[in-house]
């Protein structure tokens, strides 16, 4: 099983457009084969900072999921908006 905490900074006035793009991803990835838990989270103390914390099955799944259209194209657009900071956790 691998855990993902994906920590995002957003550029100033970048934030919503970057959590909008993170909402969309969630709302697809909790439905990929392997997908055991995904969801974005906003921080209760820095107003510019979010986390997409995932859990998967296996590397195979997590492996497709970054694959996928919606993954491409939201990632993307995160990207543009801030930086993003990932620890893979395994189990």
Known sequence: MLRL?????AKKGQYN????AAI?????????PG???????????RPD????IETWADQ???D??????EFIENVGIINECGEMK???LEK
């Open 64 to 69: 497709a999921h970054s694959k996928t259209p």
């Open 24 to 32: 969309a991803l969630v709302a697809k990835s909790q439905k990929h």
């Open 49 to 52: 900072v979010f986390c997409i």
């Open 86 to 88: 990932i620890e893979i």
């Open 17 to 20: 457009r970057a959590l909008d």
């Open 5 to 9: 905490n994906c920590f995002f900074q």
């Open 60 to 62: 195979a799944s997590l």
């Open 35 to 45: 997908c055991i838990s995904y969801d974005a989270f906003e921080s209760a103390t």
